[in-house]
Nanobody
Framework: QVQLVESGGCLVQPGGSLRLSCAASGRNFSPLAMGWYRQAAGKQREWVAS???????SYADSVKGRFAISRDNAKNTVYLQMNSLKAEDTAVYYC???????????WGPGTQVTVSS
C-alpha cells in the first residue's frame, strides 16, 4: 500500500526558511516524477514543484528562485527547501506523483506551513 507522509511544516516569519520532507513507501518511487503541491485556506490545491526520476526540476512561477525540490532515492524521500518565505506561501503542503490530469495517489495528511510575524 502506497503511503505519502509529509513533515517539516511550522510557523515561520516572513523571509525565513523551511525544509519539508515527504516519506514515500509501498513501491519504488525512484523512476517516477515526484511533486509538491499546496492548498491555502479557501483556495484550490495548486502544483508547486516537480522533480523527475532523472533529477530534472520544474517550478511554479510563484516560487521560482525561492524554492528547491530534491530527492534521495535511497530513502524514497523528496524534499522542498523553501527560502525567502512570504505570507502568501501559507498553506498545507502535500507531495504526490504528478500526472497529466492531476496526481496518481490519494492525498496524504499534508504539513501546515504558516508564514507570519
Amino acid at each position: 500500500q502506497v503511503q505519502l507522509v509529509e513533515s517539516g511544516g511550522c510557523l515561520v516569519q516572513p523571509g525565513g526558511s523551511l525544509r519539508l520532507s515527504c516519506a514515500a513507501s509501498g513501491r519504488n518511487f525512484s523512476p517516477l516524477a515526484m511533486g509538491w503541491y499546496r492548498q491555502a485556506a479557501g483556495k484550490q490545491r495548486e502544483w508547486v514543484a516537480s522533480i523527475t526520476g532523472g533529477m530534472r526540476t520544474s517550478y511554479a512561477d510563484s516560487v521560482k528562485g525561492r524554492f528547491a525540490i530534491s530527492r534521495d532515492n535511497a530513502k524514497n524521500t523528496v524534499y522542498l527547501q523553501m527560502n525567502s518565505l512570504k505570507a502568501e506561501d501559507t498553506a498545507v503542503y502535500y507531495c504526490n506523483v504528478p500526472t497529466i490530469t492531476g496526481a496518481l495517489y490519494g492525498w496524504g495528511p499534508g504539513t501546515q506551513v504558516t508564514v507570519s510575524s
